[in-house]
């Protein structure tokens, strides 16, 4: 484990950064929550965009009537999303500073810095709402030193299933342990949904990558080879929808589709539907019995120890 980092002065301003493909359902939930993490940061600025990618809903309107700035791409790439969020974000903060009045008085120094310093990245999913705290949490621990911190997410009620919920948490809270305070895990998780750094980190290992599926995984191991200072908490869980047909392959909903119960151990409407093939699409009766536990937990990387 490395040392605790020593202190560092609190982010001058924060950007929220939300990929979204195709999600006018769920991203007004998801703004809303961060209006309210925003309401509890204040004083400090804080920007929320939306990098609405391959849109052919809604989605960019919801979220600019909800007061995101949206960007808009045609990549079909989660990773070439977030990368077009943040970049969009550290524009607009590199010289806003003097557009913000009184405030902008105080700010303008720290906001006018290149490559973004002074700033702090925090990433979600627009299938998520945060827990109102979020952002202060994460400044908590910028103020700590720490170039990045990753959180957990909690998977929110849907028609998923009780069993697959269960069998998603047996596997994902694993190595928490069954004593002491739950904030002091130090889990082995990386989720786009819940995770922030330092603009300057960011800067410094090259963003996100254009990846269809892992930049989460890929940015975070990219921060932990170079030595960045990383802390994993699980004292500001996020909500995340437990749906099985998901946005990026090879994410959660695909998880899930593999923790699903066998068609002969599912509910009677369930396996009359499986045998007479009326109801049930050929998606919904293709049983899959296994689960692979690194799948879940994903790449387990050297970590700074949480501190109380």
Known sequence: MSSTPASA???AALAVVVPAHNEQHRIGACLHSLRRAAARAAPVPVLIVVAADACTDATAAVAADAGAEVVELDARNVGAARAAGTDHA??????????????????????????GQGVWLAMTDADTTVPEDWLTQ??????RGYDAVLGTIRLAPARTGSLIVARHDADYFRTRPRTGRATAWEHPHVHGANMGLTAAAYRRVGGFAALPTGEDHDLVGRLVASGHRVARTDRHPVRTAARLRGRAPGGLADLLMTLRPPVWERPAVTRHAYRTGVGVGSASVSPVTSVSPASSVGSAMSVTQEEA
């Open 9 to 11: 002065p609190a982010p």
């Open 90 to 115: 550290l524009e607009r903060l590199a010289g806003a500073g003097e557009r913000l009045g009184e405030a902008g008085e105080r700010l303008a120094g720290p906001w006018a810095r290149p490559a």
């Open 138 to 143: 994460q400044m908590a621990w910028a103020r």
